[in-house]
C-alpha cells in the first residue's frame, strides 16, 4: 500500500492517506464526520499478525467504480424496490468506505478499548495487535457486505484466524465477541453517515437504512460464528497439548525424575501447584464399587489432585491444606492424629471413595514424589484387596517390614505365638481376644465391651495365652512380641482368618 501526504490531525499531527486505485477523494464522499483518506502512520502491511476485531493479515482495499446512485457517484438516485438497487447501494457504501477504512479503524479500536479493560490494558493484545487485525476484519466485512471481490483470500478467513489466535493469547471468548459488537456498532455508525449525505435519501430514506442495518448485522454475525467455532476449536487443541504436557510431567514425578529442577519447575507450572508445599502421593486400587478416581470428591473436600491410571491402580499427588500444628508431627497419622488435613484426607479415602488406598508420608517437594509414590504403593500391598480400606504408610510400619520378608513373618509367629496357634478349637477366640486387647491399650473392660463377653473372659484368655507361649502378660516385651507375631500372620500363612482391617475395633474416643 502506498501512502501520500494528507491534511494534519486536530493539533498538528500529520497523517497518511492510502491511495488506491479507483479510491475516493477528498470532496467525492459526504460521509457526516468521518474524514475520507486519513492514514494510521506506519501501519496496514499485508500479512502483519494482529487480533481484536479482526485476524492477521491485511491486503489492500478492493478497488471498485462508482456506482450510480452511491454516496460517491452524484448521480441519479436508484430506488431500493429491486434487488439490484440495493445490491448497487451496498457496493457504492463498501466501496466508498474501504477508500477510508484507515480512519474507520481508528475509530474501532478507540471505541473497543474504551469499553474494554483487556484491550485497553495492551497485554496480551497491544494496540498495534489490535488495530491490525481490527483493519484486516473490517476491510472483509465490507467487501463481504458490498458484494466485492476478496483481496485477501475467503470472506471468513480473517474471523478464522482472529479466533485462533485470541484463544491462543488466552483473552476470553466472551471479550472477543464484545469486541465484535463494538466493531460492528461503529461499522453501521458509519455507514449511517454516508447514508445521511446520500443524494435522493429523502424518498426512501428508512426502507435504506433498514435494509443497510439488516445487511450489516447479518455479515458481523456470520463473522462472530466464524470467530467463535475457531476460538473453541483452537481451546480444544491448546487444551490437548496442555493435557498431554501436563501427563508427561506428572510422569517424570513419579519415575523420579525431577531431581533435575527444570523438570520439577516445569511440573510444578504445568499442574498449577507449587514446586514447594505439603504433598502425599496415594495409590489406590481400581475397586469396581469405587469411582474412577477420587479427584473429584476431594476437590469438594478443597483438596486439590492429579491423578493417572498407572499399573492397573490409580496414582494420584494430593496436596494437603496448610498445616495448623507445630512441624515434626506425623503428617497422616490414625484418626486420632492431631493434623486436620491428614486425618481429613484418610476420612475422605475411607468414607467417601470405597477405593483401597495407600498414602506416602507426607513430602514438601514435588520432586521428591517417585520416593513417596514407592512407599504408597508399599502401604496399599498391606491392606486386603477390595476392602475399601485406606491406611497412611505411618500407620503400617510393621506391616509393610514383615511383608517384604515372609520368612522373617513366619519365625515372628511361629516364636511369640506358635503354641497358641496349635490349640485347634482355641484358637481364634484367643487371637481375636488378644488382639483387641492390645489394640486398646491393654484394658480388659474396653476389650470386653467390644468383644460383647465378660471382663473376666477377657481375663482368662489372656492368661491362657500367657500361660502357652509362657510369658508374661505384664511383660512390654511378650506384649510387644505378641503385637509383631499378630500383624505377621497374613505375611507367614499360618493364619485361619485375614487380619482385621486397621480401625476395625475402633470406636469414638479411642
Known amino acids: 500500500m502506498t501512502h501520500s501526504p494528507a491534511a494534519p490531525r486536530p493539533g498538528g499531527e500529520p497523517r497518511a492517506t492510502a491511495a488506491r486505485p479507483g479510491a475516493a477523494r477528498p470532496g467525492d464522499v459526504r460521509p457526516g464526520d468521518v474524514r475520507p483518506g486519513a492514514a494510521r502512520p506506519g501501519a496496514a502491511?499485508?500479512?502483519?499478525?494482529?487480533?481484536g476485531f479482526g485476524s492477521?493479515?491485511?491486503?489492500?482495499?478492493?478497488?471498485?467504480?462508482?456506482?450510480?446512485?452511491?454516496?460517491?457517484?452524484?448521480?441519479?438516485?436508484?430506488?431500493?424496490?429491486?434487488?439490484?438497487?440495493?445490491?448497487?447501494?451496498?457496493?457504492?457504501?463498501?466501496?466508498?468506505?474501504?477508500?477510508?477504512?484507515?480512519?474507520?479503524?481508528d475509530r474501532a479500536v478507540d471505541d473497543i478499548r474504551a469499553h474494554s479493560g483487556t484491550y485497553a490494558s495492551d497485554a496480551p493484545v497491544t494496540r498495534d495487535d489490535l488495530w491490525e487485525i481490527c483493519r484486516d476484519n473490517l476491510l472483509r466485512a465490507l467487501e463481504d457486505f458490498g458484494g466485492l471481490a476478496p483481496t485477501g483470500g475467503d470472506f471468513e478467513r480473517a474471523a478464522r484466524q482472529t479466533g485462533r489466535r485470541r484463544a491462543e493469547q488466552g483473552v476470553p471468548?466472551?471479550?472477543?465477541?464484545?469486541?465484535?459488537?463494538?466493531?460492528?456498532?461503529?461499522?453501521?455508525?458509519?455507514?449511517?453517515?454516508?447514508?445521511?449525505?446520500?443524494?435522493?435519501?429523502?424518498?426512501d430514506s428508512r426502507d435504506v437504512e433498514l435494509d443497510m442495518a439488516g445487511g450489516v448485522w447479518e455479515t458481523i454475525d456470520r463473522y462472530s460464528v466464524a470467530m467463535a467455532d475457531e476460538y473453541r476449536l483452537a481451546q480444544l487443541e491448546l487444551q490437548s497439548r496442555q493435557d498431554t504436557r501436563?501427563?508427561?510431567?506428572?510422569?517424570?514425578?513419579?519415575?523420579?525424575?525431577?531431581?533435575?529442577?527444570?523438570?520439577?519447575?516445569?511440573?510444578?507450572?504445568?499442574?498449577?501447584?507449587p514446586a514447594h508445599d505439603r504433598y502425599v502421593v496415594v495409590v489406590a486400587a481400581q475397586d469396581p464399587a469405587a469411582p474412577p478416581h477420587p479427584a473429584p470428591v476431594l476437590e469438594a473436600q478443597g483438596m486439590w489432585s492429579f491423578w493417572r491410571p498407572r499399573?492397573?491402580?490409580?496414582?494420584?499427588?494430593?496436596?494437603?491444606?496448610?498445616?495448623?500444628?507445630?512441624?515434626?508431627?506425623?503428617?497422616?497419622?490414625?484418626?486420632?492424629?492431631?493434623?486436620?488435613?491428614?486425618?481429613?484426607?484418610?476420612?475422605?479415602?475411607?468414607?467417601?471413595?470405597?477405593?483401597?488406598?495407600?498414602?506416602?508420608?507426607?513430602?514438601?517437594?514435588?520432586?521428591?514424589a517417585g520416593?513417596?509414590?514407592?512407599?504408597?504403593?508399599?502401604?496399599?500391598?498391606?491392606?486386603?484387596?477390595?476392602?475399601?480400606?485406606?491406611?497412611?504408610?505411618d500407620d503400617r510400619l510393621a506391616q509393610v517390614l514383615l511383608g517384604g520378608r515372609t520368612d522373617i513373618a513366619e519365625r515372628i509367629v511361629t516364636?511369640?505365638?506358635?503354641?497358641?496357634?496349635?490349640?485347634?478349637?482355641?484358637?481364634?477366640?484367643l487371637l481375636t481376644t488378644l488382639r483387641v486387647w492390645l489394640d486398646h491399650g491393654c484394658s480388659a473392660a474396653r476389650a470386653a465391651e467390644l468383644l460383647y463377653c465378660h471382663r473376666n473372659t477377657v481375663l482368662n484368655r489372656i492368661g491362657r495365652i500367657a500361660e502357652l507361649t509362657g510369658r508374661s502378660s505384664e511383660s512390654g516385651e511378650a506384649r510387644l512380641g505378641w503385637a509383631l507375631a499378630l500383624r505377621a500372620l497374613p505375611y507367614a500363612g499360618l493364619a485361619d482368618a485375614p487380619e482385621p482391617a486397621a480401625g476395625e475395633y475402633e470406636a469414638e474416643g479411642t
Open 371 to 393: 520416593r513417596a509414590l514407592r512407599l504408597a504403593e508399599q502401604t496399599l500391598r498391606t491392606l486386603p484387596a477390595g476392602s475399601g480400606e485406606a491406611a497412611a504408610f
Open 173 to 203: 471468548l466472551d471479550t472477543v465477541l464484545q469486541a465484535y459488537r463494538r466493531g460492528g456498532r461503529v461499522l453501521w455508525q458509519v455507514m449511517a453517515e454516508h447514508l445521511r449525505a446520500r443524494a435522493g435519501r429523502e424518498s
Open 311 to 368: 499399573s492397573g491402580r490409580y496414582a494420584g499427588i494430593v496436596r494437603l491444606p496448610r498445616r495448623d500444628t507445630p512441624p515434626g508431627r506425623p503428617a497422616a497419622g490414625p484418626r486420632g492424629s492431631a493434623d486436620p488435613a491428614a486425618r481429613a484426607l484418610l476420612d475422605v479415602l475411607r468414607d467417601l471413595t470405597g477405593a483401597t488406598a495407600g498414602i506416602s508420608p507426607e513430602f514438601e517437594r514435588l520432586s521428591h
Open 415 to 429: 516364636v511369640h505365638l506358635g503354641p497358641v496357634l496349635a490349640t485347634g478349637g482355641e484358637r481364634a477366640a
Open 246 to 273: 501436563r501427563v508427561a510431567l506428572f510422569e517424570a514425578l513419579l519415575d523420579g525424575r525431577a531431581d533435575d529442577p527444570a523438570v520439577a519447575s516445569a511440573a510444578a507450572a504445568a499442574l498449577g501447584v
Open 45 to 51: 502491511r499485508p500479512g502483519a499478525p494482529g487480533s
Open 56 to 105: 492477521p493479515g491485511s491486503g489492500s482495499p478492493h478497488p471498485a467504480a462508482p456506482h450510480p446512485g452511491s454516496p460517491r457517484s452524484g448521480g441519479a438516485h436508484t430506488p431500493l424496490g429491486s434487488e439490484a438497487g440495493s445490491g448497487a447501494l451496498r457496493r457504492a457504501l463498501s466501496t466508498a468506505m474501504l477508500a477510508d477504512v484507515e480512519r474507520l479503524t
